[in-house]
């Protein structure tokens, strides 16, 4: 015995059924009717959905190579004694706290091991435009304790290549939307408001290149994503020389384990180039989005990092600036007393502005 087929409105989502009058598929929740071969075609278009939904996507990530013989001379492995963070650096470098949370590190041994970059993006940018860009970045900020606009209270500022992996696809992508359009009129009796709900479905073919993936964990993705975007037409092919002076924090993330990460954010530009299409409606809702990558494969890269660590309260704060545009980040506190004082200067304000209101009216 087969299974009940129950079909759902794709108006208001209730359940609809075959009206014999109207010889049409009619729902009785919001009176919208279909014709057969409009609902049909509709649940195959749905089923497809699901299909691309669950067909999994193949990746290369075989970023990244091996280094050479001679190539990792002079370069010391750092570790951090409190977040357990590996960072490299070339034997000159002087690393005596971690630029993350700030804590001592110490010289492990010599760099061994891990992947060699494919690409690099020198800093364009030094430590005084770090400095400069964190003073505009707290400038204009009342409620902020005084303490961080003193020059002293910066911890540490560190220049540090951070590891991305660069994700180029070819996407197809498919969304569906539910539309209205709504007519009002008038008569001498009444005001009528018809709605009609329409189905939209869209679907574009899309290439993507070098999407960035952070590669490591001690660098929230959110802070990275802040201070993007990086213009990778500067990168060029690694080369050792360049570490000269910084620090280079090595992946623990790898490039298999970053693909759902590109993916997402080749779903989120997908849905607004396609959204973007829908237009005409008075409300579009979107329903459903669903993305087939092809010939996904990923690269290894440094990309340039200035890290300003200071501390408040005991509390680590941790800003980041683009090493090439500038571009900086960061989480501020707020002073609680500034913030009650200026509640109050709020309130009195506000109070006499009311105040003079009614005697203005009376």
Known sequence: MSDLKEYKCPACGGAIEFDSRSQKMKCPYCDTEFDLDTLKAYE???????????????WKTNAGSQWQEGETAGMNVYTCKSCGGEIVADENTG??????????VIMTEKFSGALKPDLVIPFK???????????????????????????????????????????????NADARYKATKIRVWSDKDYDYTETNYYSVFRSGNMSFASVPVDGSTKMADDLMESIEPFRIDEAVDFQTAY???YLADKYDVDARESTDRAQERMKISAQEVLRNTVKGYATVTQESTSLQVYGGEAKYALYPVWILNTTWKGKKYLFAMNGQTGKMTGDLPIDNGAYAKWLAGLTILCSAAAYLAVMLIY
């Open 125 to 171: 940018l030094d430590k005084k435009a770090a400095k400069e860009a964190y003073y505009r970045h707290i400038k204009g900020r009342p409620l902020l304790p005084r303490v961080f606009r003193q020059e002293n209270h910066i911890d540490e500022i560190k220049g540090v290549y951070v590891p991305f992996w660069l994700f180029d696809a070819d996407v």
């Open 243 to 245: 570490l000269a002076g």
């Open 95 to 104: 690393a005596s706290s971690c630029p993350y949370c700030g804590n001592p």
């Open 44 to 58: 195959e278009q749905l089923s497809e959905e699901e299909e691309r939904k669950t067909a999994s996507t193949e």
